[in-house]
């Protein structure tokens, strides 16, 4: 049986095989861009988000303008992804947050970033990750749904749990490169339906039958 040592050696190998350069894909200009765009992330895709920023972004072109925002108008352009209302409130509200209470800057202590209304622990380091460069592995859906495939963590682990056990398992200074090679994987091959298995060199190791 493959030790847990092995297991991870062969997970990373694999990852820097096929997914040497990856990154996020959402589009931004400005750290409070990506800050929006990651809340406007949950429960949608990249892709759905990156159709409505550039057209919100350009529409409010400093975070003065979007804290001013008509919430009708902003729910008017971002209408096309789910849970757009909650959203458009809460695109507002961190606009006028960052204004009021940060000088306009996004800090980047996780505390004071889960202060932003929408902000939780996962998009907290997702912004940590991209816009600073501090260490972080958030879990969402697919990395969740790949670590308990390849049993890295128990079935009913949450995504805190898979956080935390993925952070000893894995070193420090792979955990941002780690966390967009595990959303691509899952996104381009490790789908939740109908993954590619023909010849995934993780078969061995998985327990998707
Ligand atoms: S064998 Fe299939 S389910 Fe398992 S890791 Fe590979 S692609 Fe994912």
Known sequence: MMTTKNKVSEISSFLDEVFPNVGCELVYNKDYELVIAVMLSAQTTDISVNKVTP????????????????????????HS????KNKAKNAIAIAKT?????????????????K??????????????????????PVDTHIL???????????????????????????????????????????YKCMARNPQCDGCKLANICNKK
């Open 55 to 78: 057209i919100l972004f350009d529409k409010y072109k400093t975070l003065e303008e979007l804290a001013n925002a008509s919430l009708f108008d902003v729910e008017e352009i971002i």
């Open 81 to 84: 992804i789910g849970l757009y």
């Open 98 to 114: 960052l204004v009021n209470d940060y000088g306009g800057v996004v800090p980047s202590d996780k505390d004071e970033l889960q």
């Open 116 to 137: 932003l209304p929408g902000v939780g622990n996962k998009t907290a380091g997702v912004i940590r990750a991209e816009i600073f460069r501090i260490p972080d592995l």
């Open 145 to 187: 749904r790949i670590s308990k495939r390849l049993n890295l963590v128990e079935q009913k682990s949450s995504p805190l749990d898979t956080e935390i056990k993925l952070k000893k398992l894995f070193p420090k200074e792979t955990w941002i490169k780690l966390h967009h090679q595990l959303i691509h994987f899952g996104r």
